[in-house]
């Protein structure tokens, strides 16, 4: 998954992920034990996360 320049920071995509791979600090990181699973793209308001699978 790869963050793109529209994110705010809301750390919404963080509630929704199931393996706690995202941290926010101003703007989302996603961690390595991410699963590649798509779900934090979908709730994005952003449209800010892009599936890079
Ligand atoms: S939901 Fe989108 S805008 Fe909000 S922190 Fe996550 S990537 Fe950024
Ligand atoms: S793709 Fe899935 S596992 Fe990876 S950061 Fe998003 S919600 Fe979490």
Request: glycine fraction near 8%.
């Amino acid at each position: 998954m790869k963050i793109g320049k529209t994110c705010v920071g809301c750390a919404q995509c963080a509630t929704f992920c199931k393996t706690d791979a995202i941290k926010v600090k101003g703007k989302a990181l996603i961690m390595d034990v991410c699963i590649e699973c798509g779900i934090c793209a979908e709730y994005c308001p952003m449209k800010a996360i892009e599936v890079s699978i």
